[in-house]
């Protein structure tokens, strides 16, 4: 059975930082997708970033790029969020989700992933 457990979550000002993490276990794949994915107070869940396994390649959406980064640990079967320069608008509560690779890349879309995990809260004060 497929386990996600994120944490790492909190309060923070803007212009702070939080990494987060999410361990993965029972996969039988070892090569995978692990996507990050927020959802705020009456909006849509989005994808912000993503990470192959094999190889790390990275993706991230247009709103993080340059202030998010996604990696990896396999030993630990864990993948970690490291969020910079957080602004209000980030506020939400943070998903991992594991799916697979489809055209060569790992897209950032809810639809993409099959296994999610529980859940942690940012909430990023002005």
């Known amino acids: 059975q497929v386990q996600l457990v994120e944490s790492g979550g909190g309060s923070v000002q803007a212009g702070g930082s939080l990494r987060l993490s999410c361990a993965a276990s029972?996969?039988?794949?070892?090569?995978?997708?692990m996507g990050w994915f927020r959802q705020a107070p009456g909006k849509e869940r989005e994808g912000v970033a993503a990470i192959y396994t094999a190889g790390g390649i990275t993706y991230y959406a247009d709103s993080v790029k340059g202030r998010f980064t996604s990696s990896q640990d396999n030993a630990k079967n864990t993948v970690y969020l490291q969020m910079n320069s957080l602004k209000p608008e980030d506020t939400a509560m943070y998903y991992c989700?594991?799916?697979?690779?489809?055209?060569?890349?790992?897209?950032?879309?809810?639809?993409?992933?099959?296994?999610w995990g529980q859940g942690t809260q940012v909430t990023v004060s002005s």
């Open positions: 989700a594991a799916g697979q690779l489809y055209d060569r890349t790992c897209y950032l879309s809810t639809s993409m992933y099959n296994y």
């Open positions: 029972g996969y039988a794949r070892s090569r995978y997708c």
